[in-house]
């Protein structure tokens, strides 16, 4: 056996002991080992010994140990030679050099006497990631089992989509607050934080998988990576789209049209989809069995203009989608509508509306109307007007009045135009008013602006407490129609007794009001019959010139009334005051005597009115009581004095200076 045999035995057998002996020693080489093997070595200052050696295995016979060792000074006691030739740093740990296990290096890991290890650049704790949820397109999820909560954590994907969004959530390791994660490379940069107590985050990245492959969730700090299979599952493709004709006559379609296209899938396809785009503007599906993957959908026109096209894709049963698919020709989108301005109405003269047969004139300048476009005036109420030349463009359009009474602005509206565009279709409506007003209105006297309902009377009109001797009233004038204009000072409404002051002020196009004087002498004697009065006339003009000339509801009013009076009753034996108007209805009367005191709402007693006469007509005596006179000391309930029949209060008034108040409710 050679030499160049034996020394191939011994590195057999020392490639044996390595992994046992290195970790003691520290010393992981095989050259330094044998050294330390050598049979010469010092006594004490071997490592192993003889018997060590025993058992490990002697060198064949031929192999001589003081020639596989170095003899050079370093084989002194303590010292090992080693393959580096560089020196070495204290307490360093020693590292391979490359792959072939002949050469060891230093480094700057350091273990001190102590056990202390210093100079580790990565720490073993590190963040932990976890994809969470994905989405975009047809999305099938796997989990990992046994988490809880269950279907917490993704263990592989697939979708329809190249574009998707993948979900995680991070532990954060101990080297900073928040972790730098990426997803396939590409940073997370909307972390945040979940719960108040822990240093958890979670984020999301857009990334793109057109192909089947992992996606890789990665810490900075060295953690994870986690990683799973992703697959990019295909759908139908799309092989032929194509826009159908226009609708009607058409040469283009407006927002709303409906337009076929017909087209094919390269396999049986489940359902087509129109994305939100060019011709199109909202997503629209169209579910069916297209076997054979041919399909004839018909889409809803968007509101874009110009030449557009549609993007279509198809989806399986499985809702697997294939590619976008652009129609392979186009269609032109026209939003133009006809402009028809608000038409403003021309009536007869000094009128608001028609009657009779009368004409009026409507202005409206169509325009965007396209080149050959048709035209419709009509009626929308009936026969009430009749347009000439109904379907021919006219800038001033002639209507007649033709039926119906009244029809105003607070009605609805009785006319109409009608523009339709040939190129696109596309329809403008315009309705407007004609106002009618062919009746005679109807006229009301009231005390307030209700011109629909029964309305309020105005009651009796009487006089003041005798500071002015008159007082004014409000008289409201109302018509079922609006007013041409304000009723005239004289003729609007005559009344045979009062007088009007001002002149009439509009309250609404139904009602005007002016005020009615009614003085102490208007009030006549002869108890109400002397003082009911009806509206000699009136002239209320409604909008297209009727004239009404009699009130209907409430052509009567009465006079008759005053309000409270303080009188001053002159010295005994007078018993008589002048009131200064007639007493039209005494059952409306009430007195309180102050003279005598009492517990009255101004001090004192209330007198009741008693009319029953003395001998030859005058008042006989009642305690707290009084009647109406004519100022001779007869009993006439119709008369303007008032008589004082408690004769011992009467008695008692030696100064002239007793007061008592009286009035007549209206």
Not at 617 to 643: A, L, M, Q, R, Y
Request: charged share 20%; aromatic share 6%.
């Amino acid at each position: 056996m050679s030499i160049e045999t034996d020394l191939a035995t011994l590195r057999a057998r020392l490639q044996r002991i390595e992994h046992a002996v290195a970790p003691i020693l520290e010393v992981p080489n095989r050259d330094i080992l044998t050294k330390l093997l050598r049979a010469d070595a010092p006594a004490g200052s071997a490592l192993l010994s003889a018997q060590s050696r025993s058992d490990i295995g002697e060198a064949p016979p031929s192999v001589d140990w003081q020639k596989l060792t170095s003899t050079d000074a370093q084989h002194e006691s303590n010292y090992v030679a080693g393959p580096t030739g560089k020196g070495s740093t204290d307490n360093a740990v020693m590292r391979w050099d490359g792959t072939d296990g002949n050469r060891a290096q230093d480094s700057i890991v350091t273990i001190d006497e102590n056990g202390v290890v210093s100079g580790v650049g990565n720490s073993l704790a590190q963040s932990v990631p976890f994809i969470t949820n994905i989405t975009g397109g047809n999305v099938n999820l796997t989990y990992v089992s046994g988490t809880s909560p269950a279907n917490k954590v993704v263990a592989s994907s697939s979708s329809d989509q190249d574009s998707i969004t993948v979900f995680i959530e991070v532990d954060g390791g101990p080297g900073g607050w928040q972790p730098f994660v990426t997803v396939n490379n590409l940073e997370v940069t909307n972390l945040s934080r979940l719960g108040s107590y822990s240093r958890r985050f979670s984020g999301s990245k857009a990334i793109t998988m057109s192909e089947t492959g992992t996606i890789t969730v990665a810490c900075g700090d060295g953690g994870g990576p986690y990683t799973i299979s992703h697959t990019r599952e295909t759908g139908p493709e799309i092989t032929l789209a194509e826009f159908g004709s226009y609708p009607d006559s058409q040469t283009a379609c407006k927002a709303g049209d409906g337009i076929h296209i017909t087209g094919e899938c390269d396999t049986d396809t489940a359902e087509i989809f129109v994305k939100s785009a060019g011709a199109s503007s909202s997503l629209q599906n169209f579910p069916g069995d297209y076997s054979g993957g041919k399909f004839n959908i018909t889409i809803t026109v968007g509101s874009a203009s110009g030449s557009q096209t549609c993007t279509l894709y198809a989806e399986d049963a499985s809702n697997n989608a294939g590619g976008d698919y652009e129609t392979d020709n186009n269609i032109t989108l026209d939003q133009t509508y006809p402009t028809i301005p608000d038409p403003s109405v021309e009536y007869p003269a000094s009128q608001e509306a028609l009657k009779d047969s009368e004409t009026a004139d409507a202005t409206s300048a169509i325009t965007n109307a396209g080149a050959s476009p048709t035209y419709l005036y009509e009626c929308t109420q009936g026969s009430e007007l009749s347009p000439a030349n109904a379907s021919t463009y006219e800038e001033v359009k002639t209507w007649t009045r033709t039926g119906g009474t009244n029809r105003d602005d607070d009605d609805s509206d009785n006319a109409r135009i009608t523009v339709t565009r040939s190129e696109n279709g596309a329809q403008t409506v315009r309705n407007f008013l004609i106002e009618i007003a062919n009746t005679t209105p109807t006229v009301k006297v009231a005390s307030n602006t209700d011109y629909e309902g029964a309305g309020q009377a105005l009651g009796r009109l009487g006089t003041d407490d005798g500071t002015n001797n008159y007082r004014d009233h409000w008289v409201y004038l109302n018509s079922n129609q609006k007013f041409l204009s304000a009723p005239d000072g004289t003729d609007g409404l005559v009344a045979p007794k009062g007088t009007w002051q001002g002149s009439w002020s509009e309250q609404s196009d139904h009602s005007h009001r002016r005020q009615l004087r009614v003085a102490d002498a208007d009030i006549l004697t002869g108890g109400q019959v002397a003082n009911d009065y009806s509206w000699t006339s009136c002239e209320v003009k409604n909008r297209a010139g009727k004239t009404a000339t009699s009130v209907t509801t409430n052509p009567d009013y009465s006079l008759g009334g005053f309000q409270d009076r303080t009188l001053t009753i002159p010295a005994w034996p007078n018993r008589e005051a002048d009131i200064g108007v007639y007493v039209v209805d005494t059952s409306e009367l009430a007195c309180e005597n102050l003279s005598k005191g009492g517990g009255g709402p101004n001090g004192g007693t209330i007198f009741a009115f008693d009319n029953s006469p003395g001998e030859g007509n005058t008042p006989d005596d009642e305690t707290d009581k009084f009647c109406i006179t004519n100022g001779s000391d007869i009993v006439d309930d119709d008369g303007d004095h008032w008589f004082n029949k408690d004769q011992a209060n009467a008695v008692s008034n030696t100064t002239g200076t007793a007061q008592v108040i009286i009035g007549e409710d209206p």
